[in-house]
C-alpha cells in the first residue's frame, strides 16, 4: 500500500463510496503497527497546521467560566502543537479501546488491524476536514454544508470500518462498541486533563 498523495486521495474517497471495501483494503495490505501509528501522527500534524491557520486568522479563542466562589476562570484554546498531540494521543487511545471493548464482544479483529483501519479513516477524515475548513473560509455557507457532509460521512466510515474489522454481523453491535469505547477513551481524556489540564488555565478573580 502506497502512501502518495493520490493514494491518499483515492482512499479517501473509497471511504466516502464504499468504507466497507476501504477497510477490507486496509486489513488486506496488513500494515505493520509503526505505519499505522505514523498516519496517526500524520494526521495530528495536519490538525495542528489547521488549528495553527485558525490562529492566525481568528486569533487565540478563549471561554470564561463563572465559579461558584465568585472568582472566574479563563480557558484559552489549545495550541496548535497541542492539537496536534492531542489528535494523536485520541487517536491511538480510541483505536485500543475499539480493539479492547471489541474482543470483548465476540470481535475477531486483532490490534493491528484495528489501528490500521482506525488509523487510515482518520487519515481520509481529516483530509475532508481540511476541505471543510478551507471551503468555510472561501464561501461559509457552503462550508458548513460540507461539514455537515464530512460529519455524515465520518459516523458511517466509522460504524462499517469497526463492523468489518470485528466480523460482526450488524452496525448495531458496531455502533455499541464505538459509544463503549467513547465512553472509556472521554473518562481516561478527563483523568489527563485533571492531571495537566490547570497547566492552561489562568485563574481570573472577580472585581465585583
Known sequence: ??????SVWEMTKLFVR???????????ADLPVNVSVLM???????????AAI???LYGTRTITMQLPDGSEQVIEQASPFM???????AGLGFAY????VGTRSSGQGGLPQVLSVIATWQIAMTVLGVMAVVLDMLVPLAGFVMAVFVIVVSVRALVLGVQTVHGFEGAGRALMVILAALIVLFFVLMIVTAMFGP??????????
Do not use: H, K
Open 1 to 6: 500500500m502506497n502512501f502518495t498523495a493520490q
Open 18 to 28: 464504499d468504507p466497507a471495501d476501504a477497510s477490507r483494503r486496509v486489513i488486506a
Open 40 to 50: 496517526l501522527v500524520l494526521a495530528g500534524v495536519m490538525s495542528g497546521v489547521m
Open 54 to 56: 485558525s490562529v492566525t
Open 83 to 89: 492539537t496536534g498531540a492531542f489528535s494523536v494521543l
Open 97 to 100: 479501546f475499539v480493539y479492547w
Open 199 to 208: 497547566m492552561l488555565i489562568q485563574e481570573v478573580p472577580n472585581e465585583l
